[in-house]
């Protein structure tokens, strides 16, 4: 059973319901996958990856996660929702909490745990992220590149098997693109944080050339298009001139 299913599926404006940004969405996720969703900007990168989330609803067409109808989502299917893990470009933590708090949220309040009963998972992924100095520190005194690695554990935390992630690598210095691409590939493998298993992961991007790898699959957005490329061998060879232009666009460096 795919973990994502779209068959004719327009995507609309999160901002205007009533305009559509993405129309007729065909796409097959399987449990395992990684795939890369490149587009130029405001090409519907991220009202894909909401609708992708179960948060939005198709205009037209079925969408099925886990194999159930995102329509009937409500709260009944919020044991399938807590199966997908978000993390919006810029990360978009609450700057009234500190690292530790945003990070221990889900269980907070999907889990009901006390925040004691939350620490000792809360510290161990601070941890895994290099965050443990800043637990303690607000996001508005946290340098980007750091808020973006603690909206990833925020993500983390409850184990998500399909982790969404829009534009994941905008703005971050090299040192960190790299932590982030490493990461990833780790658990796509299967990283000890899952016991080994892969976790199936789609991001989305305006410059293809930090994703370049084998093992990931790639698709564009354009004029409201969704066109599956493949492999990188696909993008390489493809000849959209979009395609082009997002192998050519200079990767932004940031000094945090």
């Keep these: 059973m795919p973990v994502i299913e779209m068959r004719g599926v327009s995507v609309a404006a999160m901002r205007d319901a009533s305009f559509t940004v993405v129309a007729d969405v065909n796409w097959s996720v399987t449990a395992g996958e990684f795939w890369v969703v490149a587009g130029p900007e405001l090409s519907g990168k991220s009202d894909l990856l909401m609708l992708a989330a179960g948060l939005m609803s198709p205009v037209t067409g079925s969408y099925t996660l886990f194999g159930n109808d995102t329509k009937d989502f409500g709260e009944a299917e919020l044991a399938e929702r807590l199966r997908v893990g978000f993390i ?67 993500a983390l935390i409850l184990k998500p098997e399909l982790l969404l992630l829009d534009n994941p690598l905008a703005g971050l210095g090299a040192r960190h693109r790299q932590w982030w691409l490493r990461f990833l590939d780790q658990i796509s493998r299967g990283h000890a944080l899952y016991d080994g298993k892969p976790v199936t992961l789609v991001v989305t991007a305006d410059d293809l050339r930090p994703w370049q790898h084998e093992r990931r699959k790639f698709a564009l957005l354009n004029k409201k298009k969704f066109i599956t490329l493949g492999g990188w061998n696909e993008v390489e060879t493809a000849s959209h001139s979009v395609v082009k232009e997002l192998l050519a666009v200079q990767l932004e460096t940031t000094t945090q």
Excluded: C, H
Excluded at 104 to 121: F, G, I, M, S, V
């Design 88 to 154: 919006f470009q810029g990360g978009q933590l609450f700057n009234q909490l500190t690292i530790a708090e945003n990070v221990a949220l889900p269980l907070r309040y999907q889990k009901n745990l006390t925040a004691a009963a939350a620490a000792d998972e809360v510290s161990a992924l601070l941890e895994l992220m290099e965050l443990t100095p800043l637990a303690d520190v607000t996001p508005a005194n946290v340098a980007a590149n750091w808020r973006q690695r603690a909206a990833l554990a925020r």
